[in-house]
C-alpha cells in the first residue's frame, strides 16, 4: 500500500489542523494505521493509532485529549484531527500502516507516507 499525507501547515498556539493519510488500493480495511512525528534533532515519536476496524484507538499521553484519530475505510483514508495545539506539536508528522497489529513503535509499521509539516508558533 502507499500512503500520502497531507493537510499540515502552519497555525496559532490553540488552533487546530486536520492531517490526513490517504492510502492506495482497495484494501485498506485490512490495515490498521499509525501517525508519528519527528521534530528537528529528535527521535521520530508515536502519536496516535487504529485498529483496522476504527475501533480501538491508542494516543501518546502528549496529545491524549487533543487529537482524535480516525480512519474511514470507504475513503481508504486514515486523519489525525489535532486541536489545542502547542509549539511543542511542531514537527514533520508520518503516516504508517501495517497489516498485522496496532502498535506504538514505529518498527512496527512497514509503510510510510512522506511526511507533512506542521508548525505551531506562539
Known amino acids: 500500500v502507499q500512503l500520502q499525507a497531507s493537510g499540515g501547515g502552519m497555525v496559532q498556539t490553540g488552533g487546530s489542523l486536520r492531517l490526513s493519510c490517504r492510502a492506495s488500493g482497495d484494501f485498506f480495511r485490512l490495515y490498521h494505521s499509525a501517525w508519528f512525528r519527528q521534530a528537528p534533532g529528535k527521535e521520530r515519536e508515536f502519536v496516535s493509532a487504529?485498529?483496522?476496524?476504527?475501533?480501538?484507538?491508542y494516543y501518546s499521553d502528549s496529545v491524549k485529549g487533543r487529537f482524535t484519530i480516525s480512519k474511514d475505510n470507504a475513503k481508504n483514508t486514515a486523519y489525525l484531527q489535532m486541536s489545542s495545539l502547542k509549539p511543542e506539536d511542531t514537527a514533520v508528522y508520518y503516516c504508517?500502516?501495517?497489516?498485522?497489529?496496532?502498535?506504538?513503535?514505529?518498527?512496527?509499521?512497514?509503510?510510510w507516507g512522506k511526511g507533512t509539516q506542521v508548525t505551531v508558533s506562539s
Open positions: 504508517a500502516a501495517n497489516r498485522v497489529r496496532t502498535s506504538t513503535s514505529a518498527d512496527g509499521y512497514g509503510f
Open positions: 487504529i485498529s483496522r476496524s476504527g475501533t480501538t484507538t
